[in-house]
């Protein structure tokens, strides 16, 4: 059998180890294993789902080989629960998976107390009057509960939870922590509170804080290019940087073309600022004047990193701070943590007080870079300089963490806060 890590290795680059760890907990119900409850189940198996009990009590039939890709000829005559739950075990030998032999609407009316054992329950082409006794049984089991019919190539699907409603609408990434912003709507069908905390977002713009890097990055003393006093650019004394160590008018053509982007933008960054009362480039005019001088200072027409220095130079330009739909997030009245709360929104509290201290008024630091044109050594060293950010933003989330637990009286010693970070 081959390692977890190995086995589900593409999907754990989707939701990471704590949403496998997560599906590999759950245990779910099919009723009914016609074609569209098949193919649900199917789906978790392979994913890696911790257990599977199919309830269905009919016979494979004929017209069940051309729409069910579970059971064949030899299966005919034969418990359709039976056939699909052995197929399914095939298909991924680590999940758990029963059968029982009994028509779903019988154990709804004769055995309620059976549902409450599931995390998940997948009901399929069940009557109305059914799903409405099925919704009653799992709402007051607290279990989630989906229904599923098919109609050729139509047909619908109903979550139902005992929860308020709350719909996640947007997704902010940070290291590690995600944060899902939620939308409160009004409905008669109610959804669980959805919150991630671990997500791959499709889409995810690289965290370089070159419109505010901090002492061990930029290239001169100051924390920050707005500057109201111009007269600060000349009488702070200079720090020992990693940009600063780096000369970006070297002479020697080969190191000239391999000086990292993010060298380059902050050097030019601080040159701007300085001939222009430390503002940052605003108007579009500027902007654009600002990628010139990037490409006045090129020696050669092949030097990739001055190109990619132009390309990236909107990250200088991009806003301070923390976005308004974080905001939203953080003036949350979940925020407002008590004994009560979840993991979730103990870390949102923390991290509300890292911004508002550590931070500055910024999240904490992913700590990745992307693949530039660079020497191996400026490369290297420029990993270290942002994973050596990373690493300290997220001690001092833990500690945020750890101070709010101690004060709710919850365990704060294991391992459980920091592996969510």
Known sequence: MAEPKVKYDRQLRIWGEQ?????????????????????????????????????????????????????????????????????????????????????PDKLIETSPSFFSQFTLVIATQLVEDKMIKLDR????????????????????????????????????????????????????????????????????????????????????????????DISLLHSVNAENSFAESIDINVSDPVAHKHIPYVVILLKMTTEWAQNHGGALPSTREEKKEFKDLLKSRMISLDEENYKEAADASFKVFAPQGISSNLERILNDSCADISSNSSDFWVMVAALKEFITHEGAGEVPLDGSIPDMTSSTEHYVNLQKVYQAKAEADVCAMEKHVRNILKKLGRDASGQNSKSKL
């Not at 009590?57 to 005559?77: I, Q, R, T």
């Not at 995600?178 to 991630?196: F, K, M, Q, R």
Request: net charge negative; charged share 25%; proline share 3%.
């Open 19 to 103: 949403g496998q760890s997560a599906l590999e907990k759950s245990s779910v119900c099919l009723l009914n294993c016609g074609p569209t409850g098949s193919e649900t189940l199917k789906n978790l198996v392979l994913g890696g789902i911790g257990s599977i009990t199919v309830v269905d009590g009919s016979k494979v039939e004929l017209g069940d080989l051309g729409n069910n890709f579970m059971v064949d000829e030899s299966s005919l005559g034969e418990s359709k629960a039976k056939c699909v739950c052995a197929f399914l075990q095939e298909l991924n030998d680590a999940v758990k998976a029963k059968f029982i032999e009994e028509y």
């Open 137 to 228: 049984i799992c709402r007051e089991a607290d279990v989630i509960l989906i229904f599923a019919r098919s109609y050729g190539l139509t047909g619908l699907v109903r979550i139902s939870a005992k929860v308020k409603l709350r719909i996640p609408v947007f997704v902010y990434q940070l290291m590690h922590l995600t944060v899902v912003l939620y939308a409160e709507l009004n409905s008669y069908c109610d959804y669980p509170e959805h919150t991630v905390i671990e997500s791959k977002p499709d889409h995810f713009l690289d965290d370089l804080r070159l419109n505010n890097p901090w002492p061990e990055l930029k290239s001169s003393g100051i924390s920050k290019f707005e500057i109201d």
